[in-house]
């Protein structure tokens, strides 16, 4: 088993979690921060959207079950990549879509699925590609939350279309 990591932000990590986790080969998704400005974040901190930090997902994948190319396929089908720093009603710099690379192999491989993805958007594209230069992990109330809220609110209504759209389109991938 070859366990690799990819961190992503598509919005709220509950919503990006809750596919990811679903996906054959991926092993775990953690709910985290990536790329601000002050040590040891937290949820209330990140909110303001002044911090600099993403909401991300960082997901633990044996890259002989799932590709990395079919992980970026994935998170570009199931959020939309095309709205600067929003998802739906969740608006703010900590909500934009993202990837946090941290080598040349997911550089070029993330500049190849927004070429890929692009042909399914009527608008450009807005995902940023940032160098990883810090995650951490979200509060431990956030982990799991989706499996451990299944019928909170917002969940209902956001999530499910998401793993609609991952079953419409990868359910050959799901376990």
């Known amino acids: 088993m070859a366990q690799k990591e990819l961190i992503v932000g598509g919005g709220c990590f509950w919503c990006t979690e809750a596919v990811f986790e679903l996906l054959r080969g991926v092993s775990d998704v953690e709910s985290g921060y990536a790329n601000g400005d002050i040590p040891n974040p937290n949820y209330r ?17 044996d890259n002989e079950i799932i590709d990395l190319d079919t992980l970026f396929d994935v998170f570009f089908a199931t959020h939309n990549p095309t709205t600067l720093n929003r998802q739906g009603a969740d608006v703010g710099t900590q909500y934009r ?16 699925a927004i070429e890929r993805a692009q042909t399914d958007y009527s ?9 990883l230069k810090n995650y951490y992990p979200a509060e431990a109330y956030h982990q799991d939350y989706y499996r451990q809220n299944p019928m909170q609110g917002y969940c209902n209504a956001v999530i499910p279309p998401k793993i609609a759209k991952l079953m419409e389109k990868f359910s050959e991938k799901v376990d």
């Open 97 to 112: 879509s993202c990837i946090c690379y941290q080598n040349d192999e997911e550089l070029e491989a993330a500049k190849k």
């Open 45 to 61: 901190m990140i909110c303001g959207g002044d911090t600099g930090y993403a909401e991300v997902i960082k997901i633990t994948y």
């Open 123 to 131: 608008t450009p594209i807005v995902t940023t590609l940032e160098a």
